[in-house]
């Protein structure tokens, strides 16, 4: 009897220090989780004379960082819905901002800042105007330009965008590309007409590379015209699109450029639509989580707080190794559960009860 009363103020006490512990674990969290609405590397210049304004060029360089903001995380044609934004508007949606370089040279002034947009504000926006968003991710993508001119398929250097595609593209760019050297040239051979070319197994040569993503444009030259067919498998989406350029002349480089940049877009926008949080209707949902150990909950909780698409959550129960938790989220069951699965979790549904583990 003593025994059994011993081992329940035991547990009794662990309860009290766990409550404790979370009580001083969500005052010490609250405006941690991770703000994915950061803009770094924003760079203002402007005449240093009678008329400089310090203040307008701040100002400058937070219309530039909204821009750069919507571009990051929004597809192209939501871009369009909130590019007109006016100041007084984007400074309400601002937290705070840094000015991490300030200087004066030969009359001018430069400076580089990191502007930090406040997270409940920005989604309440887009829920606003029904849009979703993408959480900037980074991905490595195969790449496969493949040029038809007058029926004969060119490749390597006769192909200007093999040549050019990685030509002057930012590091820290979301989507690394990785243009394919080996045995095409022996496989192209084989193929000699766009239907053909088509049919190759591309998600085959991409494993090759170690990658899981990959897109391939077929381009045709014809006069005064150039047709691209892109199509892309990402995280296991496929897209396609036809698009057409205007081209006079296939030498004119300054041209081809720009049509590069627009395809590197598409593609990116395809990278999105594969990975947007569907933001309008906020999802509830409880989970059950068993623990051995108070860091298996402290290590959940850092986890909660880095996975952008919970909005909020809260621990409803817990007992001596149980956890209950209510999660309020955007997007779906699939969406939140790769999430967790990129931490080492499982989250998996029992029967209408969703049950959290930790991956061995």
Same mark, same amino acid.
């Given at each position: 009897?003593?025994?059994?009363?011993?081992?329940?103020?035991?547990? @009794?006490?662990?309860?009290?220090?766990?409550?404790?512990?979370?009580?001083?674990?969500?005052?010490?969290?609250?405006?941690?989780?991770?703000?994915?609405?950061?803009?770094?590397?924003?760079?203002?210049?402007?005449?240093?004379?009678?008329?400089?304004?310090?203040?307008k060029?701040?100002?400058?360089?937070?219309?530039?960082?909204?821009?750069?903001?919507?571009?990051?995380?929004?597809?192209?044609?939501?871009?369009?819905?909130?590019k007109?934004?006016?100041?007084?508007?984007?400074?309400?949606?601002?937290y !705070?901002?840094?000015i991490?370089?300030?200087?004066f040279?030969?009359?001018?002034?430069?400076?580089?800042?990191?502007?930090?947009?406040?997270?409940?504000?920005?989604?309440?926006?887009?829920?606003?105007?029904?849009?979703?968003f993408f959480?900037?991710?980074n991905?490595?993508?195969?790449?496969?330009p493949?040029?038809?001119?007058?029926?004969?398929?060119?490749?390597?250097?006769?192909?200007?965008?093999?040549?050019?595609?990685?030509?002057? @593209?930012?590091?820290?760019?979301?989507?690394?590309?990785?243009?394919?050297?080996?045995?095409?040239?022996?496989?192209?051979?084989?193929?000699?007409?766009?239907?053909?070319?088509?049919?190759?197994?591309?998600?085959?040569?991409?494993?090759? @590379?170690?990658?899981?993503?990959?897109a391939?444009?077929?381009? !045709?030259?014809e006069?005064?015209?150039?047709?691209?067919?892109?199509?892309?498998?990402?995280?296991k989406?496929?897209?396609?699109?036809?698009? !057409?350029?205007?081209?006079?002349d296939? !030498?004119?480089?300054?041209?081809?450029?720009?049509?590069?940049?627009?395809?590197?877009?598409?593609?990116?926008?395809?990278?999105?639509?594969?990975?947007?949080?569907?933001?309008?209707?906020?999802?509830?949902?409880?989970?059950?989580?068993?623990?051995?150990?108070?860091?298996?909950?402290?290590?959940l909780?850092?986890?909660?707080?880095?996975?952008?698409?919970?909005?909020?959550?809260?621990?409803?129960?817990?007992?001596?190794?149980?956890?209950?938790?209510?999660?309020?989220?955007?997007?779906?069951?699939?969406?939140?559960?790769?999430?967790?699965?990129?931490?080492?979790?499982?989250l998996?549904?029992?029967?209408?009860?969703?049950?959290?583990?930790?991956n061995d």
């Open positions: 009897m003593f025994k059994y009363k011993l081992i329940k103020i035991r547990e @009794y006490i662990l309860i009290i220090l766990t409550a404790t512990i979370f009580l001083f674990q969500s005052i010490s969290d609250l405006g941690a989780k991770e703000n994915i609405f950061v803009v770094e590397d924003v760079r203002i210049e402007g005449s240093f004379d009678v008329n400089f304004s310090r203040d060029l701040i100002d400058r360089a937070l219309k530039k960082s909204f821009d750069k903001l919507l571009k990051n995380i929004l597809l192209l044609e939501d871009y369009n819905k909130l007109k934004f006016k100041l007084k508007e984007i400074k309400n949606l601002v !705070s901002f840094k991490l370089d300030e200087r040279k030969n009359n001018k002034y430069f400076a580089t800042f990191e502007v930090i947009y406040n997270d409940i504000k920005i989604k309440e926006l887009l829920s606003n105007k029904n849009i979703s959480e900037p991710k991905t490595t993508v195969v790449f496969f493949i040029l038809f001119v007058q029926n004969e398929i060119k490749i390597f250097n006769e192909n200007f965008f093999y040549s050019n595609w990685l030509k002057n @593209y930012p590091e820290n760019s979301t989507i690394k590309y990785l243009l394919p050297l080996e045995n095409l040239d022996d496989m192209f051979s084989i193929y000699k007409t766009q239907d053909e070319i088509e049919n190759i197994n591309f998600k085959k040569l991409a494993v090759e @590379y170690n990658a899981k993503n990959y391939f444009a077929i381009i !045709s030259y006069v005064d015209k150039l047709k691209v067919y892109l199509k892309a498998d990402l995280d989406k496929k897209y396609n699109e036809n698009l !057409s350029y205007k081209l006079k296939l !030498s004119d480089e300054s041209r081809l450029d720009f049509i590069i940049d627009d395809l590197k877009l598409k593609i990116l926008d395809m990278w999105k639509r594969a990975n947007l949080i569907h933001i309008p209707l906020p999802l509830n949902i409880f989970i059950k989580f068993q623990y051995t150990t108070l860091r298996d909950l402290h290590n909780e850092k986890v909660l707080n880095k996975i952008n698409v919970i909005n909020t959550y809260s621990l409803k129960k817990f007992d001596i190794n149980t956890s209950l938790y209510k999660i309020n989220y955007y997007g779906d069951p699939k969406k939140l559960s790769d999430e967790f699965y990129s931490f080492d979790y499982h998996r549904d029992n029967k209408g009860y969703w049950e959290l583990e930790i």
